[in-house]
């Protein structure tokens, strides 16, 4: 950040009074520029032969790569319409979500992603605007070396691990970089 989105003046990076971090601050009207983590939602859809739906990315970052249906929150709107709206603009399918699956924190790149576990409505999905195509994986078909992000590597692995003991629950961690290409959940407690 250069100017002020208040007046367009300069902004400094200082550490405003009783605060603890360095913000952009207005050298001329004062204002104080917070900035925060981007909210990341989506769904991991599952269809009623237990396949899981993916999309292969349309777009940068990791284009032609696969992904669950997911992308920022917009203003305005909740986990859950952002979720159910990023499934219906990537997928072009409609779900039925059974509940929060996962939080996991990004430091690395400022974000939080909120998956959901849903249920696809009435079979039909496709290729959204943002995504080359869509199709349906059981769990020895998922293209793991193909995936995205290490947010969707995670939480299709710990939704197959959920699974197997026959039970879901709410996973939270930490992903954190460990250098070009390497990733690692410092996992939080399941509830």
Request: glycine share 8%.
């Amino acid at each position: 950040m250069k100017y002020c989105s208040q007046c367009g003046a300069v902004v400094a990076l200082k550490t405003p009074p009783a605060d603890n971090r360095p913000r952009y601050i207005c050298d001329s009207c004062e204002t104080i520029h917070y900035q925060n983590p981007k909210v990341v939602a989506g769904c991991l859809v599952e269809a009623n032969d237990g396949r899981i739906l993916l999309c292969r990315r349309a777009i940068e970052p990791r284009y032609g790569y696969w992904t669950l249906p997911a992308g920022f929150m917009e203003l305005g709107e909740t986990t859950i319409e952002a979720a159910l709206r990023e499934t219906l603009e990537e997928a072009e399918a409609r779900v039925q979500l059974d509940g929060l699956f996962a939080v996991f924190n990004l430091p690395h790149v400022d974000q939080v992603y909120m998956m959901f576990r849903s249920r696809l409505l009435d079979g039909r999905f496709g290729a959204g605007d943002e995504s080359l195509e869509a199709s349906l994986f059981s769990q020895d078909a998922i293209p793991w070396q193909e995936l995205a992000f290490s947010t969707i590597y995670h939480t299709l692995r710990l939704y197959y691990e959920d699974q197997a003991h026959g039970r879901y629950r709410v996973h939270t961690g930490d992903i954190i970089k460990l250098d070009e290409g390497r990733y690692e959940l410092r996992s939080g407690p399941a509830v």
